[in-house]
């Protein structure tokens, strides 16, 4: 089991930037990649960015590319979501999630991922 808290969370102005954070515990090692979601109000669950815990590589969505960076502390088990450039339409609930092994589903769905963190709210005015 794995257990995932986020934080970070805040209100900030357009133009603005927040860091998130997830802490994870339990059976870390057997993470296979780790991602970052969002839901907006009335909107589905979208997937932000993700990272693969042995190769470090990343991938984001279109709509945070160059303003969104997401690392990994491996001795920490922590994950992190630098995001900067902020805009209003970047308001949502963010979400943690690991998946330990590869099924054959993107990174971006949901269905990949086993665990999940409870969400942290990001609200940026314009």
């Known amino acids: 089991q794995v257990q995932l808290v986020e934080s970070g969370g805040g209100s900030v102005q357009a133009g603005g930037s927040l860091r998130l954070s997830c802490a994870a515990s339990?059976?870390?090692?057997?993470?296979?990649?780790s991602g970052w979601f969002r839901q907006a109000p009335g909107k589905e669950r979208e997937g932000v960015a993700a990272i693969y815990t042995a190769s470090g590589n990343t991938i984001y969505s279109d709509s945070v590319k160059g303003r969104f960076s997401i690392s990994q502390d491996k001795a920490k088990n922590t994950l992190y979501l630098q995001m900067n450039s902020l805009k209003p339409e970047d308001t949502a609930m963010y979400y943690c999630?690991?998946?330990?092994?590869?099924?054959?589903?993107?990174?971006?769905?949901?269905?990949?991922?086993?665990?999940w963190g409870q969400g942290t709210q990001v609200t940026v005015s314009s």
């Open positions: 999630a690991l998946r330990s092994r590869y099924d054959g589903s993107r990174w971006y769905q949901e269905k990949g991922y086993n665990y």
């Open positions: 339990g059976d870390t090692y057997s993470s296979y990649a």
